[in-house]
């Protein structure tokens, strides 16, 4: 697929670290409009006592706010199983489309199963305003992105690009920091591979922004790169790395790697684009599936 690329659009990118979960959420504005998307938000979640606010997503909100912005897009580059997102909060107080990849509705049927979600669950997809395809184009203002599907760390995974900003979810992280895991269900190294492939083929002036940094080696915290910085120094698949090669780490390392601490509240909420589940009596509620992941 020929994707449209436009590298004379230069968005405005804000970006705003989640220490707790080591995430990145951007604020992406038309210089000339002022409108804007927010992609990757999150929602705070003390999972321990069972608490949820939204100091991040206030943070978010009240930079727009600030601005004088208008709010076109709340963008989720696929199912986070480490964060949840705090789309639909920001969209009540602000407005703006949530999108999401197609392929949610593969997430959630996988993870209906897994949390015995009952038939009140729309497994459709339904939660999002808009399902985006591969090479689907949106507007923010009077920018236009588009998203490129890039399957491997989960079947969802998309990345997107607006101008010479494109925002890679887990596809990538910064050279130091390799690749996203594969052992999810529905994971593959091998779609992973060649997802990034299809990313670094992108111009190699082309901005990089990560959705997540763990500062490797206690470094300072980072999340812009390029596509030219990712094909030379990326620990996992830069320097010609094959794909052999890299399906053969990524297994090995995959399996000893313990399961992210918020990954059960954060499928089942962001499965469901954002909202909390609940019981029969309408009140939030969590489930542990024992043995189940």
């Given at each position: 697929?020929?994707?449209?690329?436009?590298?004379?659009?230069?968005?405005?990118?804000?970006?705003?670290?989640?220490?707790?979960?080591?995430?990145?959420?951007?604020?992406?504005?038309?210089?000339?409009?002022?409108?804007?998307?927010?992609?990757?938000s999150?929602?705070?979640?003390?999972?321990?006592?069972?608490?949820?606010?939204?100091?991040h997503a206030?943070?978010?909100?009240?930079?727009?706010?600030?601005?004088?912005?208008?709010?076109?897009?709340?963008?989720?580059?696929?199912?986070?199983?480490?964060?949840?997102?705090?789309?639909?909060?920001?969209?009540?107080?602000?407005?703006?489309?949530?999108?999401?990849?197609?392929?949610?509705?593969?997430?959630?049927?996988t993870?209906?199963?897994i949390?015995?979600?009952?038939?009140?669950?729309?497994?459709?997809?339904?939660?999002?305003?808009?399902?985006?395809k591969?090479?689907?184009t949106?507007?923010?203002?009077?920018?236009?992105?588009?998203?490129?599907?890039?399957?491997?760390?989960?079947p969802?995974?998309?990345?997107?690009?607006i101008?010479?900003?494109?925002?890679?979810?887990?596809t990538?992280?910064?050279?130091?920091?390799?690749?996203?895991?594969?052992?999810?269900?529905?994971?593959?190294?091998?779609?992973?591979?060649?997802?990034?492939?299809?990313?670094?083929?992108?111009?190699d002036?082309?901005?990089?922004?990560?959705?997540?940094?763990?500062?490797?080696?206690?470094?300072?915290?980072?999340?812009?790169?390029?596509?030219?910085?990712?094909?030379a120094?990326?620990?996992?698949?830069?320097?010609?790395?094959?794909?052999?090669?890299?399906?053969?780490f990524?297994?090995?390392?995959?399996?000893?790697l313990s399961?992210?601490?918020?990954?059960?509240?954060?499928?089942?909420?962001?499965m469901?684009?954002?909202?909390?589940?609940?019981?029969?009596?309408?009140n939030?509620v969590?489930?542990?599936?024992v043995?189940?992941?």
């Open positions: 697929m020929t994707y449209p690329v436009n590298m004379s659009v230069k968005p405005d990118v804000s970006a705003h670290f989640d220490e707790a979960t080591n995430t990145i959420s951007y604020i992406v504005t038309d210089p000339e409009t002022q409108h804007c998307a927010i992609i990757d999150v929602m705070d979640i003390d999972y321990a006592a069972g608490r949820i606010t939204h100091d206030d943070q978010l909100i009240a930079e727009i706010e600030k601005r004088g912005l208008t709010l076109d897009w709340i963008i989720e580059t696929h199912v986070h199983a480490d964060h949840l997102s705090a789309a639909p909060y920001i969209q009540e107080r602000l407005g703006g489309k949530m999108g999401v990849g197609e392929r949610i509705i593969e997430i959630q049927e993870f209906g199963k949390f015995n979600e009952g038939t009140e669950f729309q497994r459709d997809g339904s939660q999002f305003d808009a399902l985006f591969d090479g689907d949106y507007q923010i203002g009077n920018m236009h992105g588009f998203a490129m599907l890039t399957p491997g760390h989960t969802a995974c998309m990345v997107h690009v101008g010479n900003a494109a925002f890679a979810g887990d990538l992280f910064m050279p130091d920091g390799g690749s996203a895991r594969c052992d999810f269900p529905g994971g593959d190294a091998g779609q992973l591979y060649d997802s990034i492939q299809k990313v670094l083929s992108l111009p002036e082309m901005r990089l922004f990560m959705c997540h940094d763990y500062g490797p080696g206690g470094r300072t915290i980072q999340w812009e790169t390029t596509v030219a910085e990712q094909k120094n990326n620990i996992h698949v830069g320097g010609g790395k094959s794909r052999d090669e890299f399906i053969k990524r297994t090995e390392r995959d399996a000893q399961m992210p601490k918020l990954i059960i509240p954060s499928l089942q909420v962001n469901r684009g954002g909202e909390v589940p609940t019981d029969k009596d309408g939030p969590l489930k542990v599936p043995n189940g992941l």
